[in-house]
């Protein structure tokens, strides 16, 4: 059975940080693209960040510079260190693997977990 936990989150002030994780088991982590994905109160889920099997970075230009996800094969975990929080990053966080369908990134596996929620408020 494949789950993934994430934990980490909490409320920082505008301009602080967080480091997130997510452990994830009943899969073969390192072969896998994992994804940090955020929703905000009434907007889709949007994927933040992705790591290749080989530690390859991408992020959101809304993140870009900000943020910085990395991975420990030997824990199956993947982290998302954000630096420089605000407002707009207010969202529950969710790791998943992803895959490439041809025309977008796409989660492998439908079930979400409960996430961890962020909050940046002063």
């Known amino acids: 059975q494949v789950q993934r936990v994430e934990s980490g989150g909490g409320l920082v002030q505008p301009g602080g940080s967080l480091r997130l994780s997510c452990a994830a088991s009943g899969i073969i982590f390192s072969d896998n693209i994992m994804g940090w994905y955020r929703q905000a109160p009434g907007k889709q889920r949007e994927l933040v960040a992705r790591?290749?099997?080989?530690?390859?970075?991408t992020y959101a230009d809304s993140v870009k510079g900000r943020f910085t996800i990395s991975r420990d094969n030997a824990k199956n975990t993947v982290y998302l260190r954000m630096n420089s929080l605000k407002p707009e990053d207010t969202a529950v966080y969710y790791c998943?693997?992803?895959?490439?369908?041809?025309?977008?990134?796409?989660?492998?596996?439908?079930?979400w977990g409960q996430g961890t929620q962020v909050t940046v408020s002063s």
């Open positions: 998943n693997a992803i895959w490439w369908t041809g025309n977008n990134w796409q989660q492998r596996y439908n079930y």
């Open positions: 790591i290749t099997v080989d530690g390859s970075t």
